[in-house]
């Protein structure tokens, strides 16, 4: 999903990655999103760390 001016993101998924293959995906408000990437950046020094806008729908 993008991010347009009329819905900005307010969460981000943080993805860990082992080559192509995410072992660990989480979505969360963009506060706990830094978070939690912060720490899977910690603990995973090896491996790639992604944080991503996603919109997230009005009805949840």
Do not use: C, K, N
Request: no cysteine; glycine share 2%.
């Amino acid at each position: 999903m993008t991010e347009t001016l009329e819905a900005p993101a307010t969460h981000r998924r943080v993805r860990v990655w082992f080559g192509a293959h995410p072992v660990a995906d989480h979505t969360a408000s963009a506060e706990q999103a830094a978070q939690y990437e912060e720490a899977m950046r910690r603990r995973f020094a090896s491996l790639r760390v992604t944080s991503e806008p996603v919109a997230v729908d009005a009805e949840r």
